[in-house]
């Protein structure tokens, strides 16, 4: 089945405490890892597309990088304006459509 | 511009009644998707559409209804059918595979 999955729930940090948020899936075939950054009360805002493992992006103090099972979000040197859910999602195929399976998300707090 | 506009940002819902959330895209995309949010909770798919006048049930239909009639509109119909409807709605669309863009969602509230 297929499935993504995001971990911790929730990360209280420091501002400046660098840590990474993990994604990890179980899909066939995959076409695709999705980051996103929602702010509560509005749309998720996109962030990065990852294709292939080894693949990495970067944006300002985030970095996305891919592998065969997991992809992880690097937040190096937070600030309180990096406090979001962050999101992931994969997209799937069935029956000759497709659509798109998100992670629960990742509630990230940065304290001043 | 190119984006995904949702209208209306608030809407109340009296009990027995249908309400229609509008989602609107000039991005060119051929899918578009409705998802709901619950508080503290992900995003759980309702419907979806890959091309005019076809569209899918997600996992969460029961209570909705949608239409397809134009390429840049994706209607969101919630019926007094759906007992609990209260949550935040969120429209997106894409490309085939590629990376989905959202509106910035509809909060309905029922009364």
């Known amino acids: 089945e297929d499935q993504v999955t995001q971990s911790p729930e929730a990360l209280r940090l420091q501002e400046g405490e660098s840590s990474s948020l993990n994604c990890s899936y179980t899909?066939?075939?995959?076409?695709?890892l999705f980051w996103y950054r929602q702010d509560p009360g509005k749309g998720p805002e996109f962030l990065f597309t990852l294709y292939s493992a080894g693949e990495e992006k970067e944006k300002e103090r985030l970095k996305a990088t891919l592998t065969k099972k997991e992809s992880f979000l690097h937040i190096t040197a937070p600030k309180p304006e990096d406090s979001a859910t962050y999101l992931c999602a994969v997209p799937v195929s069935t029956s000759g459509t497709y659509k798109y399976i998100f992670g629960t998300g990742t509630r990230l707090k940065v304290l001043a | 511009d190119g984006g995904i506009t949702q209208s209306p940002k608030y809407l109340f819902r009296k009990e027995g009644q249908n309400v229609t959330l509008s989602c609107e895209q000039n991005l060119n995309h051929d899918a578009m998707y409705w998802y709901r949010q619950d508080p503290g909770q992900g995003l759980r798919l309702i419907y979806y559409s890959q091309i005019v006048n076809d569209f899918q049930k997600g996992d969460i239909a029961e209570g909705y209804s949608v239409s397809r009639e134009k390429k840049e509109s994706f209607p969101l119909t919630v019926t007094s059918a759906q007992k609990n409807p209260t949550a935040f709605y969120l429209c997106?669309?894409?490309?085939?595979?590629?990376?989905?863009?959202f509106g910035q969602g509809t909060r309905l509230t029922v009364v």
């Open positions: 899909v066939s075939g995959l076409r695709g």
């Open positions: 997106a669309s894409s490309r085939f595979w590629t990376e989905a863009f």
